[in-house]
């Protein structure tokens, strides 16, 4: 079985201070992560994903995610916000063991609200 | 067009009615998934297809729901007898190789309204 938590369901931050959104997994077999982002009224769009090279894996606009195996974390982080960095992300798992058709586990979301 | 192209893009019925919503993938993608988001919820399993292969439909939440997958491209969910509790977003994705990479490209989704 596998579950995915988001710490937070809303994140707020000033335009130019980091971005910090937090996700916990569970997988009983070796995860593939994942964030995916959704602005208003648009579907989801991959931003980043872990699949068993490198730990810390970089995104498009400037986000990153590291895996923590020891503390089964995938945060995303970001140096610095942008306004257009407004929107609700997504922390993702999936069980690779399962093949071809990969079961994702969508974690609730974490609505980021980026202030002036 | 160049992505997962979903209609329509709003639906309000009213409760008891049948309502169909539609999926255009990316053309060449086999896989195809139905998620249904709620608010607060985040995204529900629905269904998903792949290439000729029996759909998996253990995310469906009721015999009223069914969907179906014609010449392995254009993809129809229907709701049968809708009740409010129905109301959310259906988000439609398809992806290469049934999301072993895990990007899957998502529709703008179909909200569904039942009065």
């Known amino acids: 079985a596998q579950s995915v938590t988001q710490l937070d369901s809303h994140v707020s931050v000033s335009e130019g201070t980091p971005v910090l959104l937090r996700c916990n997994y569970s997988s009983s077999y070796s995860p593939s992560l994942f964030w995916y982002v959704q602005h208003p009224n648009k579907g989801l769009q991959l931003l980043l994903k872990y699949t068993s090279a490198a730990t810390l894996v970089k995104g498009i606009n400037g986000f990153e995610a590291e895996f923590k195996k020891s503390e089964t974390s995938f945060h995303l982080t970001k140096p610095s916000a942008h306004m257009s960095d407004a929107a609700e992300y997504f922390c993702?798992?999936?069980?690779?063991?399962?093949?071809?058709?990969?079961?994702?586990?969508f974690g609730k979301g974490t609505m980021l609200l980026v202030s002036p | 067009g160049a992505g997962v192209s979903q209609s329509p893009s709003n639906k309000v019925t009213e409760k008891g009615k049948d309502v169909e919503l539609r999926c255009d993938p990316i053309?060449?993608?086999?896989?195809l998934y139905w998620y249904r988001q709620s608010l607060g919820q985040g995204l529900e399993f629905l269904i998903y297809?792949?290439?000729?292969?029996?759909?998996?439909k253990s995310g469906l939440p009721s015999d009223r729901f069914s969907a179906e997958r014609t010449g392995g491209s254009v993809s129809t969910l229907t709701i049968q007898r809708t009740q409010q509790e129905d109301s959310a977003v259906y988000l439609c994705?398809?992806?290469?190789?049934?999301?072993?990479?895990?990007?899957?490209?998502f529709g703008e989704g179909s909200r569904l309204t039942v009065l």
């Open positions: 994705a398809s992806s290469f190789s049934g999301g072993s990479t895990g990007e899957l490209f």
């Open positions: 297809f792949q290439g000729n292969s029996a759909p998996d």
């Open positions: 053309s060449g993608h086999t896989a």
């Open positions: 993702v798992v999936s069980d690779r063991r399962i093949g071809l058709h990969s079961t994702l586990t």
